[in-house]
């Protein structure tokens, strides 16, 4: 008692600031108790029905529960001894009004831990409640921070007065320790959010029951597979050991994606967008209306769903931010007492252990704040790419045409990956000012007035920041639009990739990205070096500052000792991080403002407009009806695209479009889906709808994922459809039949197999409504016939379809024909009652017949009639009779082709390199530009960057006095010019040395970029069929940006760190060499831990990347598509999908964070050690061995000594350096064989003759895949009519790709007037050839960039050739004629309309070899005859090789080839003789197309 009773008269000697500091805390413990007792009444009293109801929730806390309960009770039991104590004092010497008070503050803290420990036991025991309330959380928070403040006190007084009680430190560390614990239960969110837990189960329902088509279920989460994140105890997630499960193995095994445990619930996309979306409430109402979304609405939205993380970051920051400035205080204090005569061993120690408490405080801080901050960005990426996402679903055609998909795909990639990564910087806005302060402040105490000049050359080094943030922010937004450009006319040129090759254009579109990106790098080069000034500016802005700082008090002649230094010059390294940080921070406000600007232009584009009125269901008469119907695709324009559209459709009705190109059907169709906007008028429809597309729509998938498209499996009813389809035998030629893989835009399907899938995926919709957009166009006459027979005739027998065709064949079968003209319906009636009541449909099946008129020998009255009733004549047998043999041996060959084909999909999964990142990849990196001549410069100017820097301080503590009584030992104008030209000298080595890296990244950037993108245009065909656009488009997008700017600028860091820490550990072991005895461990096991952490965490890396394309892939399908998935009704299921794409990015991404923070924890725990230990030796070590000065400065590099720097700028660096790696894979693609041979280069006339010899011609897509062509055997004699036939994916556009060179032959040659053309050069063999393809193409731009892509011809020219293919009329009337607009894709142009300019191409080409692979499957009969006609007229001299489905096309040739479904040369004659033999393949094909 006595022993208390002196610590008392000692403590409480400073009676007026301790009776303020008791009555605080006994007024806070008195309102709290009031609080919690008013709640807890409340809670169980006025709400006990609640409380009963309640469902029985999973206790997130429950293994914190006890531990909590036990914390409450050990601080009851501390305060009831202390106020026990403080009474028998008070009885035994007086009340004194300390005591009064302190006796309260006791009392009410005993009392108020009594309320808690109740409240936890009752509330807790005896309900369902799943999270502590906040009252009580906060309660928590506020005591960890006022226990704090307790300790820091009490240090100050133990400081000052020698001696406290020991149970009153015993009592402060209980406090901090079980606050920290408090605080880490009441604030750390690891499981679902619980205003979210509402939204959950419903969704995971959703998810789990809806299959994604490939037989897996949802987003639901296994228990089993949950992040051990959610589960760590409270000693795990400080030390972030629950990452030890996932780092531990996988030195043995490649991480794969399957390996990384799935997200908690609150991190998931779906959890984490609704609870964003239903706080962005654009119209006050809840509505998503994206025409009134400001960046103020978003960001508050962002704010206000993760609020929580902010405020928890927030807090860590403080704590960081107060901690890190401990060190600086007290480094006069440690000068002070090594100074000291009579040093005291204890205060020494305590001053030791401040520092080391410091920085443990300072480093859980920092590593938590790093990963809560990582999560946070986790969270926000999820956010914006699911808003993006369901964005994209429903923008309306004319938004499309505005925003193009290489501009979205910046948007999904660049932005949304910047906004994110601002979460890094989101409290350095405040927090920067914040340091700035405390230094000022500590300054103050140290040099007085001096502080004020510092802090005045701080705000002019601050002020700077205005001319150079709004400079960065032009170059910024400026590189970002000219990026957008280059990644339009990219994602452009890879959609389109075939017909560049096909027609040799390659190099002018590679040409062409090249100019775009020499723009784009005039920006990105003033914005490199303008970062490159800013950071040589405030890097020196530190040495600045402290050059006038000092300078001032030698001019003022203000003593400087070298306590004063040592604590100044500690206070200038850690205002350098602010102010380094500064230029960093506001460029990163100008990037995420311009990302943000850019996305919230994206989102106020318009919906898709709702202008169908659905009808009731009790309206069983009428499908469809529009009244008084205006529709145009440019609501500004006074052209009409539809115009009086009046008429009603039945159920059950069949109703057909016909009419010439561009007369508006397709507009019709995208009409009565609500695509068109409406100009005035109604639609009216009743029942849900599917849709055929005529530019056939497929997802990268399976061929069943595409048919079923989100339904359950019907065994029967796909059977059904299969065979009706006809796609029984074209499954049978697959490897892995139905579950084969589907290449990007349906790569490695015929164009007819496509258009059956699209009608496979309608029928098994099974919906009320059918639109089918010229879906016959693609496929040959047999299957025409059959899918036309089993699916609308028989299957949908009973459903309303509205189909458009220019098969005059298949109109009589339809219940009402419309027949259209620019826009209006002219006619409209059953077959026979508009056949002679005006001329359009006249004209229509006038050519139809005219066509006809050659095969004479067939029965033109054959009806189809028969067939619907099911009588099946005896021509119809005989021809399944005769095909039988044929069918069975195309099966045989397909079985015996399978028996020797290894089973690989043609797409297969993206490669992803295994192991370290080689060094290979940085040589070739640092290499690359000058032969790496700048690096040794790089090096040299940093390592004299820091010798100067250690020499200048070294300069200042010995020159200077060890204390003010102590006389200088030089002139104070000597110390500051000396010190003035070392300053300099290090400024200028800065700017050297960011001057090299920008001019040596900069050109760097520029080589592999040039590399790469040649690499990809000279890459074979094979690899854009195997390859989804999505992973070329993330490399030339994502992967280039940070090989522009954050590579750089890593080497940069990490060059920095390292040469840091060696001059840090220099300076600190010259002064105690037995420091070296605890170094040389700690380097050892950092670098252990580095290898065991770096296995794991770069595969971790390296998913994230891969997890990243298919995001994009999807997104980019999924807008071209989205008329498609909003017909079907499968927005749910397409936001699902996803959810969990962006899931499956996250989870490597969460992950990696954890396992960076869990190797920096131990990096930054062992330089604690570290830094300790060399504390120890500096107070063991006598006065006389070393100059306190010196030793302050050791104590002052100290502070900021850690090996974890290096590591985390070497591990932030390799995952950077994974996009070089990406870059140089794509780097080195083999090569198509050259585009000129020098020694074979041909004369300026050939062909002249077009003569094609093709001998014993094998021909496969890839290695791994069947034979396509076998042993193929023919001539094309010069100036011959050539037409090539056979059943859909017999290999008639493979022979096409073969003449080509698309494909090489696997055996066999081509000659063409004698030349073998595999000995010349590609593009003399393509530019010498003529080719119009199966898939018309237009690409974005002016129609003369599109029919003279190289702009060769005249304007006279073009005019002539659009007159020929019946195009010159048209765009004739349009306003600016030759440079009317084409959106992308050519969307603004009619299907026909496109490959009548692809028509215009060959025209103006004029070669002696023309191609026309389904030339004219999408245009009427009438301009088709038109255009044979005009073909005739102007290549009567060559060679012209027909591929078409509509046999009159290719009557009139000289030859036939007639190709089966195995490869071979069926039939090879004339037509008029294969006709003659009436059991020939050809003669029965054009017997049944007659007869249809």
């Not at 089993?224 to 972030?240: H, M, Q, R």
């Not at 039945?650 to 995208?670: F, I, N, P, Q």
């Not at 996009?1219 to 083999?1230: D, G, N, T």
Request: hydrophobic share 45%; proline share 3%.
């Amino acid at each position: 008692m006595d022993a208390f009773d002196q610590s008392e008269r000692i403590f409480f000697s400073q009676s007026s600031a301790i009776i303020f500091l008791h009555g605080f805390s006994a007024a806070s413990h008195l309102i709290w108790i009031l609080f919690l007792s008013i709640s807890l009444a409340y809670k169980r009293y006025m709400m006990p029905t609640l409380e009963k109801s309640k469902p029985m929730l999973k206790n997130t806390y429950i293994l914190y529960y006890w531990p909590t309960l036990l914390s409450s009770v050990s601080l009851f039991f501390c305060d009831l001894l202390l106020c026990v104590l403080n009474s028998l004092s008070g009885y035994g010497h007086g009340w004194s009004d300390l005591k009064i008070v302190t006796q309260l503050d006791f009392a009410f803290r005993t009392l108020s831990w009594f309320v808690i420990f109740t409240y936890l036991y009752i509330q807790f025991s005896h309900t369902s409640e799943n999270r502590y309330p906040l009252l009580l959380r906060i309660w928590w928070a506020y005591y960890f921070l006022m226990s704090c403040s307790y300790f820091v006190i009490h240090l100050g007084l133990y400081w000052k007065y020698l001696s406290l009680p020991l149970l009153l430190w015993v009592y402060d560390v209980v406090s901090i320790i079980v606050g920290l614990f408090f605080g880490y239960v009441g604030l750390v969110d690891k499981g679902q959010d619980n205003e979210d837990s509402h939204l959950l189960d419903p969704l995971l329902k959703i998810s789990s029951t809806q299959n994604n088509g490939d037989g897996r279920k949802g987003s639901s989460v296994g228990e089993e597979n949950l992040t051990p994140y959610v589960k760590a105890n409270i000693l795990s997630s400080f030390t972030f050991s629950w990452m030890g499960p996932l780092l531990a193995p996988k030195h043995k095994k490649t991480l794969d994606l399957e390996d990384v445990p799935e997200l908690a619930n609150c991190d998931r996309a779906n959890i984490v967008f609704t609870c964003f979306r239903n706080k962005l409430k654009y119209d006050g109402n809840g509505s998503s209306n994206g025409g009134e979304v400001s960046i103020l609405k978003l960001v508050k939205a962002l704010i206000l769903s993760m609020w929580k993380e902010i405020l928890w970051t927030a807090l860590f920051s403080i704590v960081c931010t107060l901690a890190s400035y401990v060190g600086p205080y007290l480094i006069v204090a440690f000068i002070q007492y090594l100074n000291s005569p009579y040093k005291l061993k204890n205060k020494g120690y305590v001053l030791v252990f401040i520092f080391f408490f410091s920085k443990i405080i300072s480093c859980l801080s920092d590593r938590h704040l790093s990963f809560q901050l990582r999560k946070m960005a986790i969270r926000v990426r999820a956010t914006l790419f699911a808003m993006i996402y369901e964005k994209g679903l429903r923008l309306s055609s004319q938004s499309k045409q505005s925003y193009t998909s290489g501009e979205t795909t910046n948007l999904m990639t660049v932005d949304v990956e910047r906004i994110g990564f601002f979460s890094w910087y989101l409290h350095d806005i405040w927090r920067v000012p914040l340091q700035v302060v405390l230094a000022l402040l500590i300054l103050y105490t140290r040099l007085g007035l001096a502080s004020l000049v510092a802090f005045v050359t701080t705000m002019i080094l601050m002020l700077v920041n205005i001319p150079l943030g709004k400079l960065q922010e032009k170059f910024q937004g400026e590189l970002m639009d000219s990026k957008d450009k280059r990644m339009k006319v990219t994602s452009e040129v890879l959609r389109n990739m075939r017909i560049l090759k096909l027609q040799a254009w390659e190099m002018k579109f590679l040409a062409k990205i090249i100019e775009l990106r020499n723009f784009e790098t005039k920006w990105l080069k003033k914005l490199l070096y303008t970062s490159a000034i800013t950071a040589f500016i405030y890097l020196s802005a530190p040495m600045f500052v402290s050059v006038v700082t000092f300078g001032f008090c030698i001019l003022m002649r203000m003593p400087l000792d070298s306590g004063k230094i040592l604590s100044a010059l500690a206070t200038f390294q850690i205002l350098q991080g602010p102010i380094y940080n500064l230029p960093d921070t506001i460029s990163m406000v100008v990037q995420t403002k311009v990302s943000l600007d850019r996305i919230i232009l994206f989102l106020r584009l318009d919906d898709h407009p709702n202008i169908v009125q659905k009808l009731p269901k009790d309206s069983v008469e009428v499908a469809i009806e529009i009244v008084k119907g205006n529709f145009s695709w440019e609501l500004h324009s006074s052209n009409l695209t539809l115009k009086d559209l009046n008429f009603r459709v039945y159920h059950g009705m069949r109703v057909a479009v016909c009419g010439s190109v561009g007369s508006g059907k397709s507009s019709l169709l995208s009409c009565m889906l609500g695509e068109v906007p409406k100009v005035s008028g109604a639609i009216k429809l009743n029942g849900t709808m599917a849709y055929v597309a005529q530019s056939p729509w497929i997802q990268s998938g399976k061929i069943i994922d595409n048919i079923l498209f989100g339904k359950e499996m019907d065994n029967k009813r796909y059977e059904m459809i299969l065979e009706a389809c006809s796609l029984k035998k074209d499954l049978e030629l697959f490897a892995f039949g139905d579950h084969t893989i589907i290449g990007e835009r349906g790569i490695n399907l015929s164009g007819g197999q496509k258009q059956r899938i699209q009608i496979a995926r309608a029928l098994y919709y099974d919906a009320d409504i059918y639109l089918l957009d010229d879906p016959f166009s693609a496929v040959d006459a047999h299957t025409g016939t059959h899918v036309f027979k089993e699916c609308l005739l028989r299957i949908l027998g009973s459903k309303t379809i509205v189909y458009v065709t220019h098969q005059v064949e298949f109109l009589r079968y339809a219940d009402l024909i419309l027949v259209m003209r620019d826009g209006r319906i002219t006619q409209a009636g059953k077959y026979e009652e508009i056949l002679s009541s005006g001329t359009d449909f006249m004209e229509l099946v006038g050519a139809h017949k005219k066509a006809l008129a050659g095969l004479n020998f067939v029965e033109h009255e054959v009806a189809l009639d028969n067939l619907v009733n099911g009588e099946k004549d005896g021509s119809i047998l005989c021809n399944k009779k005769s095909n039988q043999d044929d069918e069975e041996r195309e099966l045989e060959n397909c079985k015996t082709e399978k028996l020797f084909v290894p089973k690989e999909q043609l797409v297969q999964e993206e490669k992803r390199e295994m192991g370290g990142v080689s060094l290979s990849v940085y040589w070739k990196y640092i290499t690359i530009a000058y032969k790496g001549a700048f690096v040794p410069l790089i090096l040299v100017s940093q390592i004299l960057f820091q010798l100067l820097l250690i020499v200048s301080s070294y300069w200042m503590v010995l020159s200077a006095p060890i204390s003010e009584d102590v006389r200088p030992q030089v002139r104070g104008s000597t110390l500051i010019f000396v010190y003035v030209a070392l300053t300099l000298g290090s400024s200028l080595c800065v700017l050297i040395r960011s001057m090299l890296i920008v001019t040596v990244g900069y050109k760097t950037t520029t080589l592999l970029f040039n590399k790469m993108h040649l690499c990809i245009f000279r890459a074979p065909m094979s690899f854009f069929d195997s390859t989804p656009s999505g992973r070329i488009l993330n490399r030339a997008s994502i992967d280039q940006s940070q090989v522009d700017t954050a590579v750089p600028h890593q080497i940069e860091e990490l060059v920095i760190s390292i040469i840091e820490f060696l001059g840090t550990t220099a300076v600190m072991s010259q002064v105690a060499w037995k420091m070296l005895i605890v170094f040389i461990p700690m380097t050892v096991t950092c670098i252990w831990y580095q290898q065991y952490y770096t296995s794991a965490a770069r595969e971790l890396s390296r998913l994230a990347r891969v997890c990243q394309s298919p995001i994009i892939q999807h997104f980019s399908e999924s807008c071209l598509g989205s008329t498609t998935i909003r017909c079907f009704d499968q927005e749910e299921r397409f936001m699902n999908t996803n959810f969990k794409l962006v899931d499956a990015y996250s989870r490597p991404k969460f992950h990696f964070s954890g396992a960076m923070e869990w190797l920096c924890f131990r990096m930054d725990m062992l330089a604690s050690i570290t830094y300790v230990v060399s504390l120890v030796f500096l107070i063991q070590l006598p006065k006389e061995v070393l100059s306190p000065g010196v030793a302050g400065l050791a104590v002052t590099y100290g502070l900021g000594f850690s090996l974890h720097g290096v590591v985390w700028d070497l591990n932030r660096l390799e995952n950077k350096i994974i996009s070089v790696e990406r870059i140089l894979q794509y780097a080195y693609i083999p090569s198509e064989p050259p585009l000129l041979v020098e020694e074979n280069r041909l004369d300026r006339e050939w062909p002249s003759q077009g003569n094609i010899d093709v001998v014993d011609l094998q021909v496969r897509y890839a290695p791994h895949l069947p034979l396509i062509l076998r042993d193929l055997t023919f001539t094309f004699p010069g100036g011959m009519k050539i037409g090539i036939v056979g059943r859909t994916g017999s290999g008639k556009s493979t022979l096409v790709q073969a003449i080509f060179r698309m494909l090489e032959p696997e055996a066999g040659q081509i000659m063409i007037d004698g030349i073998n053309i595999s000995k010349i050069g590609l593009h003399d063999l393509r530019s010498r050839l003529s080719i119009m393809p199966q898939d018309p193409t237009m690409f974005e731009g002016s129609l003369r960039s599109n029919i003279d892509p190289l702009e060769e011809y005249t304007d006279e020219q073009i005019w002539k050739a659009l007159d020929r293919c019946q195009l010159g009329d048209k765009v004739r009337k349009m306003e600016k004629k030759l440079d009317s607009s084409v959106t992308e894709n050519g969307e603004n142009w009619s299907m026909g309309q496109r490959q009548l300019v692809c028509l215009g191409r060959v025209l103006l080409k004029r070669s002696k070899v023309l191609v026309l692979d389904e030339a004219t499957a999408s245009v009427d009969t009438a301009t088709d005859y038109l255009i044979q006609k005009t073909l005739r007229q102007c290549f009567s001299g060559s060679t012209v090789i027909t591929i078409a489905h509509r046999i009159t096309s290719i009557l009139d040739v000289d030859r036939v080839l007639f190709l089966d479904n195995a490869g071979l040369v069926l039939e090879y004659d004339s037509p008029a003789k294969l006709l003659e033999i009436k059991s020939s393949s050809f003669a029965k094909l054009v017997k049944e197309y007659s007869g249809r």
